[in-house]
């Protein structure tokens, strides 16, 4: 089995439309994530709330996804 990441943004969808082949990839891809909300200060969700940039990780999250590797017959 196969362990690949995602991260989740407060909206609950995915920052990147692909997966991360480690959790410290997926860790380096949410502070650049987070750093792309600095100049305003804060992200806005969806329904309107403002999460300031200094919390914005604690609001996100990380999954793992195991996956079963591919067999060819």
Request: glycine letters at 4%; proline letters at 8%; a positive charge.
């Amino acid at each position: 089995m196969t362990t690949c990441y995602t991260v989740v943004s407060p909206d609950g969808l995915p920052i990147v439309p692909t997966t991360f082949p480690s959790r410290a990839r997926a860790e380096h891809a949410l502070e650049e994530w987070c750093a792309r909300y600095a100049a305003q200060g804060y992200y806005a969700t969806a329904d309107g709330r403002r999460i300031p940039v200094v919390v914005l990780a604690d609001h996100c999250r990380i999954e793992a996804i195991h996956r079963k590797p591919n067999r060819s017959v």
